[in-house]
């Protein structure tokens, strides 16, 4: 992948900037996204010319390459948050801003200024385009990303793209897309967004969400399908800046940016397999081994998105998950009998003969997998009853077993009573579970 991993400044908003850069840098990111604002290089300082100037050297030292943010909260306005806006009365004091940043931005060098366009209505629209058109003009031809942001009058990439093109289509105006709002408010999800952007893609901030709430979350903790995107921005060609984005988690923010980190890492090895995959079917066998030392804290996941990547571009995948399934360690083993719930339609004899192995096994966790979603759906009823009494025999909770209230019939209830029985005469006790089936009491 071409692109550079970034963290947003205004995610260390209790750090010194020299501190938060040296942190971002030191966890590996390579590219900074830096929000302009009183205590992170206030663009209205006396010495700003030399503080820029600093900076510079700063990011060059470090390997980090910038784009400027121009979200600072309580920066024009100490009593409104982000007011004045291109939409306000006196978007004059906005437009200055962003001729400000601009300077600064080609001081560092930045790729680079990203902005939104303000809370307003549907007749802030040509007040929006005469304010867009004014900081376009002031200043050094630096470009400006136009971020479509909830609730503000450009809310959606439709909206940006609209807007652009009734301005020209001016080459110093790109846009910035924000994954998480595409999963919050966009029609469409955050690949989709990001293709939709095309070449005017010129800023990315990284950040989950869940639809229609506006609050950025830690990867994972919302709906963002995160590899997908990173594979969209490779797919892109994209050659920017991706940096994570959120200004909510300073009072944790080492820990946070690397938890961050490590997620993007992880994200973006799966992309890389996923799109090998698709060339190269055959290189399931390099990527399947080495799931879980690459994704660790996502292995089950990331073992299905590969199995479902294989089977969707192989000619005949069946013998390759056998092969996969009877070469592999128990970790591999498991991911392929976790997966048949996803893949198992497309080779159902194949799966079908792979659940039949696990449950002839002793490795309990085999054994549970062995009873899922695709058993319940394409096992014999014989075999079926006879991994359920595998279950209880071998010690695993009911539970594990997918649709077991529809399947179960007279006959394995008189199987579990004579287990039952069983376990009674020699003085055992009987598994709640199996007491349940029976409709007994514990």
Excluded at 308 to 321: C, K, M, T
Aim: aromatic share 6%.
């Amino acid at each position: 992948m071409t692109f550079d991993l970034g963290y947003g400044t205004n995610g260390f908003a209790n750090h010194r900037l020299d501190d938060a850069l040296a942190i971002i840098a030191d966890l590996g990111y390579t590219a900074v996204a830096l929000t302009l604002d009183h205590h992170h290089l206030d663009p209205y300082a006396a010495d700003v010319g030399a503080r820029t100037e600093r900076l510079a050297t700063r990011l060059s030292a470090l390997g980090l390459r910038v784009v400027v943010e121009t979200g600072a909260r309580y920066l024009l306005d100490p009593r409104r948050k982000h007011h004045p806006t291109l939409v306000s009365e006196n978007q004059e004091v906005r437009v200055d801003f962003l001729v400000r940043a601009k300077r600064i931005a080609a001081d560092l060098g930045a790729d680079c200024v990203s902005f939104w366009s303000g809370v307003g209505s549907s007749d802030s629209w040509e007040h929006l385009k005469s304010g867009v058109e004014a900081a376009l003009a002031g200043g050094p031809a630096v470009p400006l990303a136009l971020e479509p942001e909830p609730c503000m009058v450009v809310e959606r990439l439709d909206q940006a793209l609209r807007l652009r093109e009734e301005l020209g289509d001016p080459g110093l105006l790109g846009i910035t897309v924000d994954v998480g709002h595409c999963v919050a408010v966009e029609w469409q999800d955050a690949a989709a967004c990001l293709q939709q952007a095309g070449g005017l893609l010129m800023n990315v901030q990284l950040d989950d969400m869940v639809q229609g709430v506006h609050e950025h979350l830690e990867f994972g903790e919302g709906q963002l399908d995160l590899p997908d995107t990173l594979g969209a921005l490779t797919d892109l060609g994209y050659t920017g800046v991706a940096a994570v984005e959120l200004p909510r988690h300073s009072h944790a923010a080492p820990v946070v940016a690397g938890r961050a980190f490590e997620a993007l890492r992880a994200a973006k090895w799966l992309a890389g397999a996923e799109q090998s995959l698709r060339a190269d079917p055959s290189s399931i066998r390099t990527f399947f081994p080495v799931v879980g030392r690459a994704v660790p804290s996502g292995e089950r996941e990331a073992r299905t998105r590969l199995l479902v990547a294989y089977v969707e571009h192989a000619g005949d995948p069946a013998e390759g998950l056998t092969t996969l399934y009877r070469q592999g360690t128990s970790a591999e083993r498991l991911g392929v009998l976790r997966g048949l719930a996803q893949i198992g339609d497309r080779v159902p004899d194949t799966g079908v003969e792979l659940v039949k192995d696990a449950l002839r096994c002793n490795e309990t966790g085999l054994v549970a997998a062995a009873m899922g979603a695709f058993a319940a759906r394409h096992l014999d009823q014989h075999t079926w009853r006879h991994g359920v009494l595998k279950c209880l025999f071998t010690g695993i909770p009911l539970t594990v077993v997918s649709d077991l209230d529809r399947r179960a019939d007279d006959e394995l209830r008189r199987m579990v009573s004579a287990f039952a029985d069983e376990r009674r005469a020699a003085g055992r006790p009987v598994p709640a579970d199996a007491l349940d089936l029976l409709g007994e009491a514990a």
